[in-house]
């Protein structure tokens, strides 16, 4: 499981540059199931189990993670550039990236340089660049050019008794949970949609949603987890530790009800740690599902992460566990 997290994570796969992501889970799922591509890159897969289902279950993750576009080369050689979903700009200032394979450095005015009015301001991200080192714009243009992507690289470590830090943990950890679902014996028909484009607006998981028309969809997810310094009570939000988060309510979802009382007492007979979120923010692919078609029952599985969207999101590997257990008992849950 975790060995193929990290090849996972260590892919890039910016929304709308899914490819290398794409390819590798396809090799992975081959041999396994039925699958198709869709036109924006989504994959669907079907994979018969055990038991004929009486109703369209679905499991879905996103391919893609928060990156960068390249918009300007300047005369210097320097790249501007733009993000491609939700990043703090403090996450980025002096970040190692890469650009279509080559090392770069996201660079602003130094501090002693800025002037009063600009002394402890929060900069923009047209205030910055990516330094790769070239001489000018011409030398530039042998590495990149507007419309390429750029990456964190976020090396994949483990940490502490049983973390893990890396670049896209959201939502390559969904994508190999799916993974192990397809290559074990089901006990009824399911399909598996790995999404593209969540980062920049749920748009794959509209069109794999609406082209199969499901009945229960279960999103599986990082989310955030605020168990940090200086952070107390329910600001936590989740915690590191606490096993699979089942949230009731998100940014852009109302969950069902008796899917998220099913998750907990599941999770509770079967000795499975499971918490939810106690913070109401942010979203996923599940607000577009739910609302595809004539609807779909939606619910969250989620890894809280601490740092997300960053080039160093932390997990624990125990909670990857429990999200694991908790969805293989839901297996037989969901269909009634």
Known sequence: MFEMLKKLCMLNGASGDEGAVRDFIINEIDSCCQYSVDALGSITAFKRGKNRAVKKVMFSAHMDEVAFIITHITEDGYLKFAPVGS?????????????????????????????????????????????????CKKDAEKTAAPGDFAYFAGEFYEMGLSCIKSKAIDDRIGCALMIELIKSDLPYDAYFCFNVQEEVGLRGAQCTAAANNYDVAVVIEATTALDIAGVEGEKCCCRLGGGAVVSFMD??????????????????????????????????????????????????????????????????????????????????????
């Open 87 to 135: 990043i703090d700009v403090l996450s980025v200032l002096a970040q190692k990236v890469t650009v279509n394979g080559y090392s770069g450095i996201v660079g602003s005015k130094p501090v002693h340089l800025q002037g009063k009015d600009e002394n402890g301001n929060v900069p923009e991200f047209s205030d910055l660049y990516i330094d790769i080192g070239a001489c």
């Open 251 to 336: 940014g852009r979802t109302l969950y069902d009800k008796d899917l998220y009382e099913t998750a907990f007492k599941t999770a509770h007979e079967n000795g499975i740690k499971v918490q939810t979120k106690s913070v109401i923010a942010g979203g996923n692919d599940a607000g577009a599902i739910q609302t595809a078609g004539s609807g779909c029952r939606v619910l969250a599985v989620s890894l809280p992460c601490r740092y997300i969207h960053t080039s160093s999101s932390v997990m624990c590997k125990d909670d990857v566990m429990e999200m694991q257990k908790l969805i293989e008992k839901l297996l037989f849950k969901l269909y009634d």
